[in-house]
């Protein structure tokens, strides 16, 4: 059961990647992002993650990308004129994309260590233990973090000032 | 002279009559074409209108779906198909009762029980906006899309302290579990006054409540946030060009996300199904006498039909059994100890839901400006200050 959903969740991820690249239209690339995002809070909650499954949810599909698609609305945003040339570019772009990806797949098999395989609803970490970790073990990364993002928020602001 | 003093007089009298005419004419064109017409109104379906629900449904199924040209298919028919889905989603995490053995099966009421229910519930009312959201872009209709986007933003900005109401009844919980966080809130302060969350100790949640149930009506673009849909600037807003049952369910899905809000109101804030006093003091004889009480009138008003109501000679006895026979069953050893607790639960989720509509019935819609001025300027800052104090309190209390 686990691995059948892990199957179906998983190419619905890449399913889902893919087709945000391949879209022209940029709202169908932006939910195609959502239906990424999805799958990767069941794969969370397949590993017993419930909590982050749940964060993931709220913080990305329901915020961030809220605010993509708010954007793209607003902006009238309309599909992108495909390039010319097709035939050229994928002749190029077919074996460069097998050679990263083959490249990829070596240095994964022989650069990382070796651990064991990762088992279902093994990594039950509920809110109390992500916070208790965030705030003792990763304190200064967490920090650092939000500095960064209130600099982001910032220099968002004095650049939106210049208009108004 | 006179005959400027005679003449002011008569135009005077001239404009009032006509303008009192034009007014009465409204009146009068009003009443003759609802006779005409033969518009018995929604109370008249079945007994007591009970029937116009499916005379409404019969009406949308056979009505045409419209799919407008020029719009993209596919998220046209996905944004109706998400709103409901998503709507009637979030329901499976409340619990209605407690646990309780039934021939010999230990079941309760509600359908799951999550460790992180409230995250869930934020989850899925977080996704919820995609629906208005993309339906109203997906329609092709500028209305539509200015009714997703203040869809959008509305329930970005709201999101906010709807989050952080919740999030300071938790502090007093430290749990996400709905079942958990009900069963932390029984008891009795000084034997009478319940130790539900709007009157826990040592902050009671009541500022949280209210801060929850406004941010509630924007979150289901309810009166007074009604803005998505504001009829008399965007014709119906995001489902303008709806129809059938494409129209149905994003009306579904807002009656839906009502009960979860007022359901998810109920558990956090008013003890779940915890009566209002305690059992010893007859709490468990509540749902039985109003059955018994609603029972009687209708025995009662059965005698007393009036001739052109004169099925109610029928409808009021048959009805009136019925409920005194409900009122027997909270009698039932058996069945008491699921009936009693769901009946407090309704109670509560039912009241809310008035409220719902009773605000609907008394408030005009805010403008736009002032909605967003409301979410950011008073409603955000007062759940922030509202959450630093209970978190105060909260420490200070458990030193």
């Known amino acids: ?164 | 002279m006179e005959f400027i003093i005679i003449t002011l007089v008569k135009m005077a009298l001239t404009a009032f009559v006509l303008l009192t005419a034009c007014a009465y004419l409204v009146w009068i064109e009003r009443k003759v074409l609802a006779h005409i017409q033969l518009r018995p109104g929604p109370y008249f379906v079945g007994p007591h209108g009970l029937l116009q629900p499916l005379a409404d449904l019969i009406k949308l199924l056979t009505k045409e779906g419209v799919v407008p040209a020029s719009v993209n298919p596919f998220f046209y028919l996905l944004a109706p198909f998400l709103a409901v889905t998503l709507g009637l989603t979030s329901i499976v995490v409340i619990p209605f009762t407690p646990e309780f053995e039934i021939f010999g099966v230990k079941t309760a009421m509600g359908l799951t029980d999550l460790n992180i229910a409230v995250l869930f519930v934020l989850a899925i009312s977080s996704l919820g906006v995609y629906g208005i959201a993309i339906g109203g872009w997906a329609s092709n209709n500028k209305y539509s899309l200015m009714g997703g986007l203040r869809s959008a933003s509305q329930m970005i900005s709201y999101e906010l302290p709807l989050a952080l109401a919740i999030v300071a009844p938790l502090l007093l919980m430290n749990t996400l579990n709905f079942r958990t966080i009900i069963e932390a809130q029984s008891g009795y302060w000084f034997g009478v006054i319940p130790k539900w969350n709007v009157f826990a100790m040592p902050v009671p949640q009541i500022f949280s409540f209210l801060i929850f149930m406004t941010a509630g009506f924007a979150e289901t673009n309810r009166v007074p946030f009604d803005l998505p849909e504001a009829e008399s600037e965007l014709v119906a807003g995001f489902h303008t060009e709806y129809s059938s049952m494409m129209f149905a369910s994003f009306f579904m899905a807002e009656y839906a996300n009502i009960i979860t809000i007022c359901c998810v109101a109920t558990v956090l804030f008013l003890g779940g199904w915890h009566p209002l006093w305690p059992a010893g003091y007859g709490s468990d004889l509540v749902p039985p006498l109003l059955l018994a009480a609603a029972g009687a009138m209708l025995l009662f008003h059965a005698g007393q039909a009036v001739r052109w109501r004169s099925w109610d000679r029928f409808s009021f006895p048959v009805i009136g059994v019925i409920f005194l026979g409900l009122s027997g069953f909270f009698f039932i050893p058996l069945l008491k100890p699921i009936l009693v607790p769901l009946f407090w639960f309704l109670l509560k989720a039912g009241f809310l839901i008035f409220v719902f509509i009773w605000i609907r019935g008394t408030l005009p819609r805010f403008r736009y400006d002032q909605l967003m001025r409301f979410a950011w300027t008073f409603l955000f800052p007062v759940a922030v200050v509202n959450l630093l104090v209970t978190g105060l309190l909260v420490a200070l209390a458990g030193n």
């Not at chain 1, 397949?46 to 961030?64: R, S, T, W």
Request: hydrophobic content about 60%; overall charge positive; aromatic content about 8%.
């Open chain 1, 1 to 164: 059961m686990d691995v059948v959903l892990f199957l179906l969740f998983a190419s619905v991820a890449v399913g889902c990647a893919i087709n945000l690249v391949l879209q022209t239209h940029p709202i169908s690339s932006a939910l195609s992002l959502i239906g990424v995002m999805g799958s990767l809070a069941v794969l969370y909650l397949l590993l017993g993650g419930e909590f982050i499954a749940a964060v993931q949810l709220i913080v990305y599909a329901g915020a961030i990308m809220v605010l993509f698609v708010f954007v793209i609305m607003l902006l009238n945003a309309g599909a992108e004129k495909r390039p010319t040339r097709k035939v050229l570019r994928t002749a190029v772009a077919l074996p460069l994309l097998f050679t990263l990806a083959g490249v990829g797949a070596w240095l994964a098999a022989t650069q990382t260590p070796k651990t064991d395989a990762v088992k279902f609803g093994a990594y039950t970490a509920g809110p109390a233990e992500v916070g208790r970790a965030i705030f003792t073990s990763y304190l200064l990364p967490f920090e650092v973090t939000s500095i960064l993002i209130l600099i982001a928020i910032l220099g968002a602001i004095v650049l939106a000032r210049k208009e108004i």
